[in-house]
Structures are given as C-alpha cells and as structure tokens.
C-alpha cells in the first residue's frame, strides 16, 4: 500500500530526470512529458481506490516511526487532489505539444512542469508540516522558472511580483513552523492535532492560526493577499497559465483546509469567522476586477481570486455540509479554470491577441471553440446542469442551515457578475463581428490543442450529471477531515 503513497512523488521526478538526461533530444521530452502525466494520473487512481477500500493510508519513509521520521499522509482529500494533479498535468501536457515554442522546450520546459508536478504531489502527501514547507519550496521555484522562461519583459516583470511576495509567505511560513515547534516539539501534524488542543495557552494557539492564515493566504490568493496573481498569471504562454491557474493557488486553499481542520480549531469563534469574512471579500474584490478588464486571461485570472472565496467560504462555515461544498467546489474549478486558460489560448492561436477590443467573430468563423468556450464559462458561473451549479448549491444550503446569511447572499451575488463577465468575453471575443465581414477561417486549430479542451469540457459536463455521487464522495473526505 505505501507504493501508491510514494509513486505519485516518485514518477514526477523520474520523469524531470529522464528528460534531462536528454537534453537537446526533443521528441524524447515531449514523449516523456506527457507519459510522465498519464503515470502520475493513474498512480493517483490507484491511491485513491485504496484509501476507499482501506481507509487512511501513512507511510513512514526509512521506518523511522511517527512522529520523528517524514510521515506521508493519504486520505480522501488528498488523494482526489492527487488524482487531479495528473489530470491537469496531462491536459497541459498534450497542449503543450501544439502551442510551447521550441526554444522553451529545449531549455528544460518539460523537466520542469514535473518538478512542479512532484511538489505539489508532496504538498498533498505530507503528513509533517515542515515537509509541507519544502514541497511548497519546490513549487516556489519551480513555478517560478516556468514563468520566466523565455526572458520576456512581460514575464520577467510578472516574475519578480510572484516570487518576491511569495519568498515573503515562504518566511512567515518558516517562521511559524519555527514557533510551532518550540511550544510543542513536534512537527508531525497528528502529533501537532492532540498536542494543540491541550495546550495552556489559547492567545498564542490563535497567534500561530493567525501566522499560517496570512502565509498560507498569500499562497491561496485570499484578501487583500492576492494582487501578485493578476499581475503575474496572464504574462508566461498560455499553457503554463493553465497549469497555474489549476493547481498552484488550490494548494494553498489544500493547505488552508488542512490546517484549520485538524490543527488550528480550539478558537473557531474567532480564526473561522474571520476566514469567513475574508471569503466573503475575496469573493467580491475578485469579480469587480474581473469586470474591469479587457483582456482575456487578465480577467480569467481576478476570476481565479473570486472563486477562492467560494472554497474559503465552505472551510469558515466549518459544517461537513460546507466542508464537502468546498471539495466539490475545488473538483470543479480545478477543471473549468484550467480549461478556461487552454481555450484562451486557442483564441491566441487563431487571432494573435487577448484584447477584447481586437476579437470578434468567432463564434460563425470557429463554432466548436465558441462552443468549447460556453460550457466552462457557464459552469464557473453556476449555472445548470454543470458542475459549478451543484457546487455552488452546496455551498448555499450550508449557509442557510447555519443562519450566515450575508456570505449566501454575496456568493449569489458574485455569481451573477461572474456571468455578467463570462458574458463580455462572450459578446466581444465570440459573437460580435469581427470589423472585417466575418471572413471564412484561415488558420486550423491543432489536434493536440484540441483534444485537452474537448476533455476537459465533458468532464465539466459528466461531474454536473455526477453531481450526487461526487457529492457523496466529498461529504465523506469532509468528515475524514473532521474526524467523524
């Protein structure tokens, strides 16, 4: 059983060496960086079918036992987000076959998408927080790289906003698991779960909460944290966009969820109420900058900060109702905003621009990328019968039940100008003329380009029409992680 615990680790980096053992053999690199995905997807498959059949599953690296040696930790949660870890990796994988440039993939493009791949496989697996410290490290740097590779103004400008505000949460993060261990003496997080709840002193429990909220916020791209991601998402190609915009802020959301769950819990009263209330304003900061773009992946990415709120809201009502609306919730945007930034891509291929002033005429020039387009912008804004509707229900039902009827009515607020927003790109980019008589297509849309987007929207489809079971899987991995 703890082969699938390490393999999701192991194939990544097997994979990152393997392609830089073959350096300057391109075809060898995108063969393997798309295998190394369809391993990593179905080691994920595997954990996650143990963890159903089994329960919990831990791993005590070199047999060094609990809580002194590096634990890695599975449950239900954890090994869905594995599970979605390989399948956006595969879909940016197959697209980068059509759309990442030749020089970028001959300086290491490949080798470092699964170094990303295996950090944020780490960050799921840990059961130590320190070790999540490192996986988030790997992650740093890794997708620090990616974003600048190719020495574009643009990029080298997004670059230095990313990482610099990021090193910032990775010292606050240090800092607190500094502390975190000088008042308990462990860093194994369930030995940190019984040790916290019997300590004599609540101030500072709820200091630490407060030191992981902000560090893990930046991470997470909560408010007012958030204004590196917008200035730095829309800069590197659109591939690796997708692969950010899917899994790196829902780390931090994995670690927010993880921690106020099972460690920080003894003040709730106050830790989660105040994550509520800045759900509540992530949500609203997060769509209003939506609304004021033009440009096409700038607004998907404010929209990338308003549906955090959505997931935050579910851990501050603390209910497994709410806790499984936010599972759901992550399931579905990490699928629609990743397919959202592919198809974004695709109408950079066919006009050569994200500004909305210059599109127009897709959808009679090119109706199945219009099409591919409608399905995911309509579930991220909730309606029937996708995925982010029953997310999005879920979320609500759990709010009336436990009376917190301002944060219900600003999620369905946000909704609305969420699709208000889908909308603009809509008209602009789709169903506008072009200024030029609509003129007949002139350029093809690539196979590889093609086949990710495609998956990805009946996925969207198949999780609305799967919404009950789905439901009943995240009701579950939510009372694991309440302990119930």
């Given at each position: 059983?703890?082969?699938?615990?390490?393999?999701?680790?192991?194939i990544?980096?097997?994979?990152?060496?393997?392609?830089?053992l073959?350096?300057?053999?391109?075809?060898?690199?995108?063969?393997?960086?798309?295998?190394?995905?369809?391993?990593?997807?179905?080691?994920?498959v595997?954990?996650?079918?143990?963890?159903?059949?089994?329960?919990i599953?831990t791993?005590?690296?070199?047999?060094?036992?609990?809580?002194?040696?590096?634990?890695?930790y599975?449950?239900?949660?954890?090994?869905?987000?594995?599970?979605?870890a390989?399948?956006?990796?595969l879909?940016?994988a197959?697209?980068?076959?059509g759309s990442?440039?030749?020089?970028?993939?001959?300086?290491?493009?490949?080798?470092?998408?699964?170094?990303?791949?295996?950090?944020?496989c780490?960050?799921?697996?840990?059961?130590?927080i320190?070790?999540?410290?490192?996986?988030?490290?790997?992650?740093?740097?890794?997708?620090?790289?990616?974003?600048?590779l190719?020495?574009?103004?643009?990029?080298?400008?997004g670059?230095?906003?990313?990482?610099?505000?990021?090193?910032m949460?990775?010292?606050?993060?240090?800092a607190?698991?500094?502390?975190?261990?000088?008042?308990?003496?462990?860093?194994?997080?369930?030995?940190?779960?019984h040790r916290?709840?019997?300590?004599?002193?609540?101030?500072?429990?709820?200091a630490?909460?407060?030191?992981?909220?902000?560090?893990f916020?930046?991470k997470?791209?909560?408010?007012p944290?958030?204004?590196?991601?917008?200035?730095?998402?829309?800069?590197?190609?659109?591939?690796?966009?997708?692969?950010?915009?899917g899994?790196?802020?829902?780390v931090?959301?994995?670690a927010?969820?993880?921690?106020?769950?099972?460690?920080?819990?003894?003040?709730?009263?106050y830790?989660?109420?105040?994550?509520?209330?800045?759900?509540?304003?992530t949500?609203i900061?997060?769509?209003?900058?939506?609304?004021?773009?033009?440009?096409?992946?700038?607004?998907?990415?404010?929209?990338i900060?308003?549906?955090?709120?959505?997931?935050?809201?579910?851990?501050?009502?603390?209910?497994?109702?709410?806790?499984g609306?936010a599972i759901?919730?992550?399931?579905?945007?990490?699928?629609?905003?990743?397919?959202?930034?592919?198809?974004s891509?695709?109408?950079l291929?066919l006009?050569?621009?994200?500004q909305?002033?210059?599109?127009?005429?897709?959808?009679?020039?090119?109706?199945?990328?219009?099409?591919?387009?409608?399905i995911p912008?309509?579930?991220?804004?909730g309606?029937?019968?996708?995925?982010g509707?029953?997310?999005?229900?879920?979320l609500?039902?759990?709010?009336?039940?436990t009376?917190?009827?301002?944060?219900?009515?600003?999620?369905?607020?946000?909704?609305?100008?969420?699709?208000?927003?889908?909308?603009?790109?809509?008209?602009?980019?789709?169903?506008?003329p072009?200024?030029e008589?609509?003129?007949?297509?002139t350029?093809?849309v690539?196979?590889?380009?093609?086949?990710?987007?495609?998956?990805?929207?009946?996925?969207?489809?198949?999780?609305?029409?799967a919404?009950?079971?789905?439901?009943?899987?995240?009701m579950?991995?939510?009372?694991?992680?309440l302990?119930?």
């Amino acid at each position: 059983m703890g082969l699938w615990l390490i393999l999701p680790i192991l194939i990544p980096f097997l994979s990152a060496v393997a392609t830089l053992l073959a350096w300057g053999q391109r075809p060898f690199q995108r063969a393997t960086g798309v295998l190394g995905t369809v391993g990593l997807l179905g080691a994920g498959v595997m954990l996650l079918d143990s963890v159903w059949r089994d329960g919990i599953q831990t791993l005590q690296v070199g047999n060094w036992p609990a809580p002194f040696g590096i634990t890695l930790y599975a449950d239900l949660f954890s090994a869905a987000m594995v599970i979605l870890a390989g399948l956006i990796g595969l879909a940016v994988a197959v697209y980068s076959l059509g759309s990442m440039d030749a020089d970028r993939e001959r300086f290491g493009y490949y080798a470092i998408f699964h170094i990303l791949l295996m950090g944020v496989c780490g960050a799921f697996l840990t059961g130590d927080i320190f070790n999540l410290y490192v996986w988030f490290e790997v992650m740093l740097i890794a997708s620090f790289v990616l974003m600048v590779l190719g020495g574009e103004r643009a990029q080298l400008e997004g670059g230095i906003k990313y990482v610099t505000l990021n090193l910032m949460a990775s010292a606050l993060f240090l800092a607190a698991v500094g502390i975190l261990y000088g008042v308990t003496g462990t860093l194994n997080m369930a030995d940190l779960a019984h040790r916290l709840g019997r300590m004599s002193a609540p101030g500072l429990t709820t200091a630490l909460a407060l030191m992981f909220l902000v560090a893990f916020g930046i991470k997470a791209a909560v408010f007012p944290l958030f204004f590196w991601l917008p200035a730095s998402y829309h800069t590197p190609p659109v591939a690796v966009s997708a692969l950010f915009s899917g899994l790196l802020t829902k780390v931090g959301v994995y670690a927010l969820i993880r921690v106020f769950t099972r460690l920080f819990v003894q003040d709730v009263g106050y830790t989660h109420t105040l994550i509520l209330v800045i759900a509540g304003l992530t949500m609203i900061t997060g769509v209003l900058g939506a609304v004021a773009q033009t440009e096409v992946r700038r607004i998907l990415s404010f929209h990338i900060i308003s549906q955090i709120g959505y997931m935050v809201m579910g851990l501050g009502m603390l209910t497994p109702l709410a806790l499984g609306g936010a599972i759901f919730y992550i399931i579905h945007h990490i699928i629609v905003k990743t397919n959202l930034f592919l198809i974004s891509g695709m109408v950079l291929h066919l006009r050569g621009t994200h500004q909305l002033k210059n599109l127009g005429g897709l959808y009679r020039a090119y109706p199945g990328v219009s099409f591919l387009f409608l399905i995911p912008a309509l579930s991220l804004a909730g309606l029937p019968p996708l995925s982010g509707f029953f997310a999005k229900l879920a979320l609500v039902r759990a709010g009336l039940e436990t009376g917190q009827f301002a944060i219900v009515a600003v999620a369905l607020g946000v909704s609305l100008l969420t699709l208000f927003s889908m909308m603009k790109i809509w008209n602009e980019a789709f169903w506008k003329p072009s200024g030029e008589d609509d003129p007949p297509p002139t350029r093809s849309v690539p196979t590889a380009l093609w086949l990710p987007t495609a998956g990805l929207a009946l996925l969207t489809i198949l999780v609305g029409l799967a919404a009950g079971p789905l439901l009943v899987f995240s009701m579950r991995a939510a009372e694991q992680l309440l302990g119930m």
